[in-house]
């Protein structure tokens, strides 16, 4: 299996080459040469097994011969094993017809386990056969580096270390990052806010000697062994609810795109998913585009459901190459002026063919308190902000056939929210029972002005550290 980039300038890689180098080297995203594609019958073979081994072979028909199947079952064991069901990702029904599908089972209680936790070990796989080390450095407003210190805690082959702006995030959010005292991992508050800490990161990856000497990496969304690592849960639930012999139709709260394209390659090899709709809060630019073949970027607004804060989706630009016949040079050329001009212009053929499968749907803070307050009182369910968007995406714009059902993905857990959920419901979700003790555990990070020769001096005595170990 090899993987083309989007932008139809870079060599093609295979799965392990992709793995490592994130973003292409002419910018674009990787993408399979061609999308493996499963018969009727050998989708019916996957029906029932344990969520790891269909994990697994469905990985492995993306890997080609970089990682055996055996290799695949080990890691995908490893990384779903310890999450807080034992269906890792069930579904929950809310009416007659509509479903949500639980993703925040993992560690850190939000869908970025589902990925990343299969990613931390795929990049232990494959570097400790290399003899080579990595170091991750990220910046975090909140979520996204809890997930990653999840996910490369104890890696033999990984460090990590995560800027967070000092005070500005919330406690959960802190500790679930600050109690992690693996020896890999290092946590550096910075004094200024999230876009210090991003500048930071970006500063050291643009330091080129450093950025080799330390092997920096990233772990981004637009790593297409997140994707990859993505799409077992939705062939899971539409198996579970008859597919390939009965169509599906799935609702994602969208920021990045990553999750709902997941989705959108299980239909692309093969099972039959109806609609895919796309969930946004105030920031809208998905929706328009849907609605109106309008993809302009507006300012970022904050909302009640911050991970979905995002103008730009970065993962959009997969679809946009399939949309698009995969002509790399077009995808360039249209990602070019959306970056000049903030405007993207896509052929009304390519967004016709796009508005058949997806639809577009907003929610604003208001309307997102009143689904969470709804979903209470109908089905006694307790979601999320996240999660009701999709749910609420999932009622407006169920297909007409009121046989297909409707899966809802719920992105995160609500004890992860928890004012938004009390001010709906008057009930704060308490967390589960594996990290009821987050508030006495031991903490452990350091506070550091945000001066790059300090920081880089913090990166390379911790990776040292490591690597003489
Ligand atoms: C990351 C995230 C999203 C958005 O997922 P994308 O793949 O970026 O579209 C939605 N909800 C939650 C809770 C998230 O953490």
């Known amino acids: 299996m090899r993987y083309l980039s989007t932008r ?19 910018g674009g995203l990787f993408v399979p040469e061609a999308w493996p594609e499963l018969s009727a019958g050998e989708w019916r073979a996957l029906r029932g097994l344990p969520y790891a081994e269909l994990a697994a072979r469905l990985i492995h028909r993306f890997t080609g011969n970089t990682l055996s199947l055996e290799a695949l079952r080990a890691m995908a064991e490893g990384a779903y094993g310890g999450f807080g069901h034992p269906a890792v990702a069930p579904l929950v029904q809310l009416d007659h017809r509509r479903f949500v599908l639980e993703l925040f089972h993992g560690p850190t209680l939000a869908f970025k386990d589902m990925a990343l936790q299969l990613l931390g070990r795929l990049f232990d796989q494959v570097l400790e056969r290399r003899g080579e080390r990595i170091t991750i450095v990220g ?6 580096g809890s997930a990653a210190i999840e996910a490369c805690r104890d890696r033999a082959a990984v460090d990590i270390v995560i800027l967070h702006p000092l005070g500005r995030t919330s406690e959960v959010q802190r500790r679930q990052m600050t109690t992690v005292l693996s020896p890999n991992v290092r946590n550096i508050a910075i004094e200024g806010d999230f876009d210090t800490c991003q500048d930071l990161v970006k500063a050291m990856f643009n330091d080129a000697p450093f950025r080799a000497e330390m092997r920096l990496a990233a772990v981004n969304s637009i790593n297409w062994a997140r994707i990859a690592a993505q799409i077992p849960y939705y062939a899971a639930a539409a198996l579970a609810l008859g597919a390939p012999d009965r169509p599906v139709a799935f609702s994602v709260p969208t920021g990045n795109f990553g999750n709902v394209l997941a989705a959108w390659a299980v239909r692309r090899m093969g099972l039959p998913v109806a609609r895919l709709i796309v969930g946004s809060n105030r920031n809208d630019i998905l929706a328009r585009f849907l609605a109106a073949n309008d993809m302009s970027a507006r300012p970022v607004e904050p909302s009640l459901s911050p991970s979905m ?29 959306f970056r000049a001009e903030g405007r993207m212009p896509v052929p ?3 967004w016709r063919e796009a508005t058949a499968l997806f639809r577009g749907f907003t ?12 979903l209470w009182e109908r089905a006694g369910y307790l979601a999320d902000p996240h999660t009701a968007i999709g749910t609420a995406a999932a009622r407006a714009l169920a297909p007409e056939d009121p046989a297909i059902p409707v899966v809802a993905a719920a992105t995160a857990h609500p004890a992860k929210f928890p004012e938004a959920v009390e001010r709906a419901t008057g009930r704060r979700p308490p967390l589960p029972p594996r990290l009821a003790d987050l508030y006495e555990r031991e903490e452990r990070f350091e506070v550091l002005p945000p001066d790059l020769g300090r920081i880089e001096t913090a990166v390379r005595s911790h990776a040292r550290r490591n690597r003489a170990a």
């Open 348 to 350: 009304d053929a390519a």
């Open 363 to 374: 929610l604003d803070d208001e309307g997102t308190l009143a689904e969470i307050r709804r």
């Open 8 to 26: 139809g300038q870079a060599p093609p890689r295979d799965f392990e080459g992709v793995l490592l180098a994130g973003l292409a080297e002419d």
């Open 309 to 337: 804060d995002i103008q730009v989706s970065s993962n959009f630009e997969r679809l946009l190459f399939e949309l698009l016949g995969r002509d790399g040079a077009a995808t360039a050329a249209a990602m070019r002026r």
């Open 139 to 144: 910046a975090t407003s909140g979520d996204t």
